[in-house]
T-cell receptor, first 111, second 115 residues
């Protein structure tokens, strides 16, 4: 079965420190990979995507993600966390017309 | 660009009644729209995929007679929860794509509470 895994339910980071939110995928072929952020009672906001090309993808709000084909991973990173980054983050893979979402990781940034 | 709206943002209804949720693409024509359901602290579950002018394709386990989807135009899709029950209470999110665009553009979601 095709799936996207986010192994951490919650990630806690101090403001100013680097953050990483992990994602691995098990999808056949060459999927398109995405990161979305969700604030309470809101829909999903697009952060970044990997389609092809450079393995390091830069996105909104200073986030970036690194595609690693051998490890089938697409971890989300940011060099310096802000309190306002606190939210729910979803990794997703698109295969054909459907998007498969990971279970989500709650990111908490403490001042 | 690529804004998707949903209406209403919140709705409370009594058990046994039906509720309609609208999803609109405001500044583009959406060839495909998707409906998701999200339970508290959980991920999004795809319910169905709809293309303008054709019947929706439902995911396994989703009752098509309970969750009626109409995609009457390239800018509007509706989800009607028929004979709603408390277990239908959830956060419903729609999204839309344009042609072969890789991205899905998400609406802000609708919180349905069935009492």
């Amino acid at each position: 079965a095709q799936s996207v895994a986010q192994p951490e339910d919650q990630v806690n980071v101090a403001e100013g420190n680097p953050l990483t939110v992990k994602c691995t995928y098990s999808v056949s072929g060459n999927p398109y990979l995405f990161w979305y952020v969700q604030y309470p009672n809101r829909g999903l906001q697009f952060l970044l995507k990997y389609i092809t090309g450079d393995n390091l993808v830069k996105g909104s709000y200073g986030f970036e993600a690194e595609f690693n084909k051998s490890q089938t991973s697409f971890h989300l990173k940011k060099p310096s966390a802000l309190v306002s980054d606190s939210a729910l983050y979803f990794c997703a893979a698109r295969r054909a017309s459907k998007i498969i979402f990971g279970s989500g990781t709650r990111l908490s940034i403490r001042p | 660009g690529a804004v998707v709206s949903q209406h209403p943002s919140r709705v409370i209804c009594k058990s046994g009644t039906s509720v309609k949720i609208e999803c609109r693409s405001l500044d583009f024509q959406a060839t495909t729209m998707f409906w998701y359901r999200q339970f508290p602290k959980q991920s999004l579950m795809l319910m169905a995929t709809s293309n303008e002018g054709s019947k929706a394709t439902y995911e396994q386990g989703v009752e098509k007679d309970k969750f009626l989807i109409n995609h009457a135009s390239l800018t509007l899709s509706t989800l009607t929860v028929t004979s709603a029950h408390p277990e239908d209470s959830s956060f419903y999110i729609c999204s839309a794509t344009v042609g072969t665009d890789y991205e899905q553009y998400f609406g802000p979601g609708t919180r349905l509470t069935v009492t």
